[in-house]
């Protein structure tokens, strides 16, 4: 089994809807984050959480909101989606004792 | 401020060597990575280097690291087509222990 798993892998929603991705971790770590990658672009990151209680703003958090439920769970939420919402977007995770960071497959958001 | 350039294509012949390139303007930088994205998937560590070194080699895949010249390149050699995805250039900021600054990725291309 994947060691960070995203549900939904593909979604399509209209504008203005809320819509929450979901991104679940089996490998133990303390850390969490959202990026979002566009076409031509690296990844940008939205919101990262070092622990249940401890959640901070990435470069590109206006318009989104997390949720760290566990320390497994890591939720991002669209409150009124928006056309230039549409992207990929990727959780990831890592240690608090190594820098390397594990990601999810990613899920494919369209706002129409 | 933090930026990480890469070319955005290569396309080589299957058996070849590659070399991806990348740029970066943060000398203090602790660590440099390679990611792998394959089509569907999400990013793979395929190896990293801290910057107090200059080479890593790791079966295939050679990391060169020039500091002065805030230059690091990523060598293939023996170049499959299973080698074809996007390949990204990350660092990671002294300033940060979490921070990863993408460049916006080189998509390989193996020609049978």
């Known amino acids: 089994d994947a060691d960070v798993t995203q549900t939904p892998r593909n979604r399509i929603t209209k504008t203005g809807k809320r819509i929450m991705l979901e991104c679940s971790q089996t490998k133990g770590h303390d850390r969490m984050y959202w990026y979002r990658q566009d076409p031509g672009l690296g990844l940008r990151l939205i919101y990262y959480s070092f622990d249940v209680k401890d959640i901070n703003k990435g470069e590109i958090s206006d318009g989104y909101s997390v949720s760290r439920q566990a320390q497994a769970k890591f939720s991002l939420s669209l409150e009124s989606a928006i056309p230039n919402q549409t992207a990929l977007y990727f959780c990831?995770?890592?240690?608090?004792?190594?820098?390397?960071?594990?990601f999810g497959p990613g899920t494919r958001l369209t706002v129409t | 401020g933090e930026d990480v350039e890469q070319s955005l294509f290569l396309s080589v012949r299957e058996g070849d060597s590659s070399v991806i390139n990348c740029t970066y303007t943060d000398s203090s930088s602790t660590y440099l990575y390679w990611y792998k994205q394959e089509p569907g998937a999400g990013l793979q560590l395929l190896t990293y280097?801290?910057?107090?070194?200059d080479m890593k080699q790791d079966q295939r895949l050679t990391v060169l690291l020039n500091k002065k010249d805030k230059h690091l390149s990523l060598r293939i050699a023996d170049t499959q087509t299973g080698d074809s995805a996007i390949y990204f250039c990350a660092e990671t900021p002294q300033d940060s222990s979490y921070k990863l600054i993408f460049g916006s990725g080189t998509r390989l291309l193996v020609r049978p």
């Open positions: 990831a995770t890592s240690s608090a004792a190594t820098y390397e960071q594990y």
């Open positions: 280097i801290f910057s107090n070194m």
